[in-house]
T-cell receptor, first 115, second 111 residues
Framework: KAGVTQTPRYLIKTRGQQVTLSCSPISGHRSVSWYQQTPGQGLQFLFEYFSETQRNKGNFPGRFSGRQFSNSRSEMNVSTLELGDSALYLC??????????????FGSGTQLSVL | DQQVKQNSPSLSVQEGRISILNCDYTNSMFDYFLWYKKYPAEGPTFLISISSIKDKNEDGRFTVFLNKSAKHLSLHIVPSQPGDSAVYFCAASAYNNDMRFGAGTRLTVKP
């Protein structure tokens, strides 16, 4: 089985622009979670999607949004980029069963630099 | 709001010795705990987990201990090997598909 695929691998943007990141989960996985990794802050939870619906959300401003398509692929969008948005954005997938904890399978991430 | 805390940003140990990585959490609703390992330029990979009904889980050289009353867990690696050098993340979940991670501890195992 192919792993979690994130594109692009690297991205450079300037302040005020918007960006869209893409994630293809492992085949058969219906849950996709997004995390932001910055030095010292670890992995900060952004949101989780299951069957095209946002099921959980972290404490990020509304500039961060996401969606999931019927094939479980997910996109994350950040509008009006700020310098502090520079980070590694990680996507993770799991089967997504309700009421069970499943280990997450992570992609290699998209490194976003905001200049 | 950091619900999962790893207070040691880095740890250095000699090959063959024990590595102990610590993690504290604040949310008493967390019922399941996991450790992930991350190498540079790769995503984190699952290492070992423990549910709140246990206080210890062992998998080869890796053992996780849970002290629920103290809201504390630790990962022991014995013996440590140079290939174990990586960033280790502690994670916790309340069975709601919302998994929270700590800031990570960078482990360096010296030959």
């Amino acid at each position: 089985k192919a792993g979690v695929t994130q594109t692009p691998r690297y991205l450079i943007k300037t302040r005020g622009q918007q960006v869209t990141l893409s994630c293809s989960p492992i085949s058969g996985h219906r849950s996709v979670s997004w995390y932001q990794q910055t030095p010292g802050q670890g992995l900060q939870f952004l949101f989780e999607y299951f069957s095209e619906t946002q099921r959980n959300k972290g404490n990020f401003p509304g500039r961060f949004s996401g969606r999931q398509f019927s094939n479980s692929r997910s996109e994350m969008n950040v509008s009006t980029l700020e310098l502090g948005d520079s980070a590694l954005y990680l996507c993770a997938s799991s089967a997504g069963g309700q009421g069970v904890v499943e280990k997450l399978f992570f992609g290699s991430g998209t490194q976003l630099s905001v200049l | 709001d950091q619900q999962v805390k790893q207070n040691s940003p880095s740890l250095s140990v000699q090959e063959g010795r024990i590595s102990i990585l610590n993690c504290d959490y604040t949310n008493s609703m967390f019922d399941y705990f996991l450790w992930y390992k991350k190498y540079p330029a790769e995503g984190p990979t699952f290492l070992i987990s423990i549910s709140s009904i246990k206080d210890k889980n062992e998998d080869g050289r890796f053992t996780v201990f849970l002290n629920k009353s103290a809201k504390h867990l630790s990962l022991h690696i014995v013996p440590s090997q140079p290939g174990d050098s990586a960033v280790y993340f502690c994670a916790a979940s309340a069975y709601n598909n919302d998994m929270r991670f700590g800031a990570g501890t960078r482990l360096t195992v010296k030959p």
